[in-house]
């Protein structure tokens, strides 16, 4: 099994009916299968490329190939990890696949990243080598790669990637390498799907992001639970709108899809009305976004023209999923809107499926699943009981990762002294089981010692027929500590004041404590690289308009 040319025993869609048949296979292995069994299928589309299953598999291995070939040039050592700087499409896939070919640690870093972002994640996992495109998001990707040598000295390789597959690899001098094609075995020389073979980051909306360990054993046991969620089979058509680096791009777009021997739909850089588009041409059936993304969906022309029938689920989350506009979305397309609950580091802890009621699926993250154990924490680290809790979850089970990349004093965070995994939320369980986020933490605004949730005033400042897009953050002050702050889109462009706002949350009965005291109107809300709103920008875009 995993040679070059042997298949396996299993078809299109048996992920869907007999999952326990897919424990021991690595993604790289399945690639390689459906480049045997079924060469000329589609496993990648964007709006200008069609991939088969045999042209992803040859992407990985020509990168593979390069890989090998600084290897073996730099001696007969362990391979050192490899920064992966892609867009979201194919070729990101295909590196992660070439890095576990060729025994290499593969570093996902968000397309959106900054220099001091790239810098900071290469240098923390020591990468030799980094693998990207000639350009990115737009821009030239020279600049950064001599800035990022400038910084750190580093990379000392470059492999270029562009959209076909195509492979150039450089030194540090710009001088070009010549490498050889191979054909690479399936299975990795050094990792199986248990150990750790890929390093990815926070999210990043608040400094600095720390390197998460993943396996592929615990995205494929995610992927298998999402497939139960949304009753998903390999007739399924999928959008992966969600940056491909982090938890939610690997289960929609690197692993769920290859279980199956589905088509997946990518985009190099998110357009709504582009993402409309392909979700009308390709008659996608099952669309994984962020809930900034499908808010704009929803505020575009093309949206509602287009036809979006076949539609059957949206998988949702990154941050609060507002109530109005996920039923919003099930009205006009038809859609299941489904979530999980959970993160980057804990896999998932709770879901919500297509056979739930709307109050559960719209208004909670679902229930807990049965194989990840939720306790909840008060503010001082005590055990909430009983059967309604509120709180900071900590979990334990089978989905979590294995903690962060050499980072002990970051750990010490992460983990109870007992070996639970912190998430850094807010959340309510009832007494059924089901969650509901209150709010992060950091996004618990304390004016004059009331705790007042910003994902709760977001929901009500959302309402108002104005507005777009809000994010809501706490702004200092002398008197109360913090006062609450509505960062806010309009559909006009118009001005919105704070006294305005507040007559009109009013006039809709919301609690005093709940309306924002200032109101600053931007362009645009600042996306952090996996696609969240970046609330330490907002913040800082606040502090600066308020001053």
């Not at 496993?43 to 045999?54: G, K, L, M, Q, Y």
């Not at 996902?108 to 080598?129: F, M, N, P, Q, Y």
């Not at 990637?161 to 399936?186: H, K, N, P, Y």
């Not at 299975?187 to 909306?205: K, Q, W």
Request: net charge negative; with cysteine.
């Amino acid at each position: 099994m995993g040679n070059i040319t042997t298949t396996l025993d299993i078809a299109v869609g048996d992920f869907a009916t007999a999952p326990e048949r897919f424990a021991d296979l690595s993604i790289s292995e399945l690639v390689r299968h459906w480049a045997l069994t079924i060469p000329d299928h589609l496993a990648f589309i964007t709006p200008e490329v069609r991939i088969s299953w045999a042209g992803y598999d040859a992407t990985a291995d020509r990168i593979a190939s390069a890989l090998s070939a600084l290897a073996e040039r730099d001696g007969d050592g362990e391979p050192g990890a490899v920064a992966l700087y892609l867009p979201d499409t194919m070729v990101f896939h295909a590196a992660l696949i070439a890095a576990f070919r060729t025994g290499r640690i593969a570093v996902g870093i968000g397309s959106r990243s900054g220099i001091k972002e790239v810098a900071h994640l290469t240098t923390r996992a020591d990468c030799r080598v980094l693998v990207t495109a000639r350009t990115l998001r737009g821009q030239d990707v020279a600049p950064l790669v001599a800035e990022l040598r400038e910084r750190t000295g580093g990379p000392e390789y470059v492999v270029y990637v562009d959209d076909l597959g195509s492979v150039v690899v450089e030194d540090a001098t710009g001088t070009q390498i010549e490498v050889a094609d191979r054909r690479f075995e399936a299975t990795s020389p050094r990792f199986g799907i248990r150990d750790v073979s890929m390093l990815n980051s926070t999210s990043g909306t608040t400094g600095l992001p720390k390197l998460v360990t993943q396996t592929e054993h615990r995205w494929i046991a995610f992927s298998e639970v999402a497939r139960r969620a949304g009753n998903i089979t390999g007739d399924d058509v999928f959008f992966g709108a969600v940056p491909a680096p982090f938890g939610f791009g690997l289960w929609t777009s690197h692993f769920l899809p290859a279980l199956l021997g589905a088509p997946n739909v990518v985009l190099e850089r998110f357009s709504a009305d582009t993402m409309i588009d392909l979700l009308e041409r390709e008659r996608v059936t099952v669309l994984n976004c962020v809930s900034t993304q499908f808010k704009m969906l929803l505020r575009s022309d093309r949206g509602r023209d287009a036809d979006l029938g076949a539609l059957r689920a949206m998988f949702t989350g990154g941050e609060a999923v507002p109530y109005s506009e996920a039923l919003a979305f099930e009205e006009r397309t038809g859609a299941a809107v489904l979530q999980f609950y959970g993160s980057n580091e804990t896999g998932a802890v709770s879901v919500t499926t297509v056979d739930d009621d709307s109050d559960t699926r719209l208004r909670t993250c679902g229930y807990v699943l049965d194989n990840m154990q939720v306790r909840v924490f008060d503010d001082a680290g005590v055990e909430v009981l009983g059967n309604e809790r509120r709180g900071q979850p900590g979990v334990n089970g089978p989905l979590m990762c294995h903690g962060y990349w050499d980072d002990d004093a970051a750990n010490a965070e992460l983990y109870t002294d007992d070996g639970w995994m912190l998430l850094g939320d807010i959340v309510e369980i009832d007494a059924t089981g089901r969650v509901r986020v209150v709010g992060r933490k950091a996004d618990i605004i304390i004016r004059g010692g009331k705790n007042i949730s910003a994902v709760e005033v977001e929901e009500f400042v959302r309402a108002h027929p104005a507005i777009t897009m809000v994010a809501v953050i706490g702004v200092r002050d002398e008197l109360f500590g913090e006062k609450v702050c509505a960062v806010v889109v309009t559909s006009d462009g118009r001005e919105l004041t704070a006294p305005e706002l507040a007559a009109w949350l009013g006039a809709q009965g919301v609690t005093r404590e709940y309306i924002p005291e200032h109101v600053v109107v931007v362009e645009d809300l600042p996306l952090a690289p996996g696609g969240k709103v970046a609330k330490a920008a907002v913040a800082a875009i606040a502090e600066q308009r308020l001053r």
